[in-house]
């Protein structure tokens, strides 16, 4: 039993000695000329425009979030499809349960419109924003 954890601390330890000195390395040998556009933050060739921290729509996490669930999916489903025949009618039945869940869950997502994009009541609208409702846009 303790020649398994031995085993596991020599990795661990070969990893922090086989990181530590490679990063030494990199700092012995590598050039260090810092200048202002090699620290500026590169923008696809675009000029950076205002600070970093901006605050971005939540929307936006919510729907990465949204398509990682559903696309995880696609890790259980793949395997299961290879050994469709092996497995017979229970494990349809179990993937037909597993997808009326995940159905179940899109249609709460939609149902709660995490999956618009732009959404035009603006509780506190500023700006250009100010003037959108839910059924007309008015034009700036």
């Known amino acids: 039993m303790y020649r398994d954890f031995g085993t596991i601390f020599l990795f661990l330890l070969l990893g922090i000695i086989l990181i530590t000195v490679i990063l030494l ?3 012995l040998i590598a050039p260090s000329n810092p200048s202002k ?7 696809c060739g675009e000029v950076a425009e205002g600070s970093a ?4 729509n939540i929307r936006f996490y919510v729907i ?5 669930i559903f696309d995880v999916e696609m890790v259980f489903m793949y395997p299961w499809a290879v050994v469709f025949k092996e497995l017979g009618l229970f494990a349809f039945v179990e993937m037909a349960i ?9 249609a709460y997502v939609w149902r709660k419109s ?3 994009w732009v959404k035009l009541k603006v509780k506190y609208g500023r700006g250009r924003y100010r003037k959108l409702t839910g059924e007309t846009r008015e034009a700036d």
């Open 98 to 106: 597993f997808l009326v869940i995940l159905l179940i869950g899109l």
């Open 64 to 68: 990465a979030l949204i398509f990682l």
């Open 114 to 116: 995490d999956l618009d």
């Open 37 to 43: 556009d090699k620290q500026s933050t590169y923008e």
């Open 53 to 56: 921290w901006v605050q971005f």
């Open 25 to 27: 390395l990199q700092r």
